[in-house]
């Protein structure tokens, strides 16, 4: 069986290429892949490969290690993967194997796992620094099983450094080909949130919008990129709220945070709106703010611009609304301060976004606005931008007005940074309030 490759080989080279000219020809990289999780007893959950292996080689097989060495003239990248073997892939299905590795995938070798230890030793006789991305489970039993102890394991790999940083640096800028990944993980996150919406009424329980939403994931060959934050009514104002399990009551808002992955590339989205499909005087107040908030932030996502530029206008914005509404009534000027410190953070306690890629938190810097400076917005990165405002009915901590009691709110999308200025690739899912309540209504 051919596989197809997500990407070209040569796109694949590029990358490893960009990141060996980085590392000494006198050391050596060893990419693992993630352990196999177990959900209970003797069932798994379903395995995804580490970000690292398929940014640099696209690999999804567990058990499996690339490590790249230069032989004084070239560097030689190996594939190290479970060989074929009849009776596990009848209960568990086919792999690719040692020749499959080696004849398909961008790499210039590929042997069986179990050489891996003998292989190392090697190395490690010619006294190599060795950069590696993390050590799970089983690569470190595959060491363990090869000599008297844990502790040998750390002599053995006692000269190594973390080579993420390096890798981090990379993975923020999406190629022509990513970003097309990306584009259509959007494409479909988006479609799902519009088929959640329409089908949207009272008393629907919370589990029904997330299987409406995962079944469109699946009909498109897609998989969720993290479990759906799916909360009705006092349930919004829980940032990660993942029970899904209530039933979302007449008058209500429902939050629905969901995206897919594609090839392990991210979607992000969030919107929210009311179940009946009207969003009452209140719930209005509130997304306005949000939604100008949200706008204001987009615009600040320009070539060159600080991290922090987005989450401050947010902030602004989102301490302007509330001080409006007579929810806080401190100064401005002391709401908007070096650390971003305020009353506004008794509503709005996140940052504003992130970056987003092969992670839905992605590598690289900048996931939180306020206490993590990131890099300078440059062509090619994907950011999300999601201010919101949360008032919890079972918070005591906090005064509001009753009448917004219950009431969570955010507003997510996925921005390409480009030298036009941001894109907004999530923009097919609608977030203003009167294209939501037509949609709603007029299914």
Not at 217 to 241: A, E, R
Request: one cysteine or more.
């Amino acid at each position: 069986m051919m596989p197809k490759l997500p990407f070209t080989k040569s796109e694949y080279e590029q990358r490893q290429e960009s990141l060996l000219n980085s590392i000494s020809k006198n050391d050596i990289v060893i990419i693992t892949t993630n352990d196999v999780m177990i959900r209970s007893n003797d069932v798994n959950y379903s395995f995804r490969a580490n970000s690292y292996m398929l940014y640099l080689c696209g690999w999804e097989e567990e058990n499996s290690i690339l490590l790249m060495e230069n032989n004084g003239s070239n560097w030689i990248k190996t594939l190290y993967v479970n060989p074929t073997n009849t009776e596990k892939e009848i209960w568990e299905g086919r792999r690719q194997g040692v020749e499959g590795a080696r004849k398909f995938w961008p790499v210039d070798n590929a042997k069986s796992i179990h050489s891996l230890f003998q292989d190392l030793v090697v190395v490690k006789s010619k006294n190599k620094k060795i950069h590696i991305n993390q050590k799970p489970k089983y690569f470190v039993d595959l060491i363990v099983e090869n000599l008297e102890s844990r502790d040998s394991f750390d002599n053995f790999l006692s000269n190594v450094n973390d080579v993420n940083i390096l890798i981090d640096k990379l993975r923020v800028i999406k190629s022509n080909a990513e970003i097309k990944h990306m584009r259509a993980s959007c494409a479909i996150a988006s479609s799902a949130i519009i088929q959640a919406m329409k089908k949207s009424y009272s008393g629907m329980g919370e589990w029904e919008l997330q299987a409406i939403i995962e079944q469109f994931y699946k009909m498109n060959k897609s998989q969720s990129s993290y479990i759906p934050i799916i909360g009705g009514g006092d349930n919004s104002t829980i940032l990660h709220y993942k029970k899904n399990n209530s039933v979302i009551e007449e008058g209500s808002l429902v939050l629905v945070d969901a995206g897919c992955e594609i090839n392990g590339y991210a979607s992000d989205i969030t919107r929210t709106w009311p179940i009946n499909g009207t969003f009452t005087k209140e719930q209005k107040e509130i997304y306005k703010i949000v939604l100008k908030a949200q706008k204001a932030a987009i615009e600040s996502c320009q070539v060159g611009f600080d991290w922090n530029k987005m989450h401050e206008s947010s902030v602004l914005h989102i301490s302007e609304g509330l001080l409006e509404l007579g929810i806080i009534d401190t100064d401005l000027g002391d709401i908007i301060g070096e650390n971003f410190d305020g009353r506004y953070r008794d509503f709005f306690m996140h940052g504003t976004g992130h970056l987003l890629g092969l992670d839905v938190h992605d590598v690289g810097g900048g996931r939180k606005g306020d206490d993590n400076p990131g890099p300078s917005l440059q062509p090619g990165m994907i950011v999300t931008v999601e201010p919101g405002l949360y008032f919890s009915k079972w918070r005591s901590d906090v005064s509001i007005p009753d009448k917004y009691a219950g009431i969570g709110i955010r507003i997510e999308d996925d921005i390409l940074i480009t030298e036009n200025g941001p894109e907004i690739i999530t923009k097919s899912c609608p977030k203003e309030i009167e294209d939501i309540e037509v949609l709603i209504r007029n299914k």
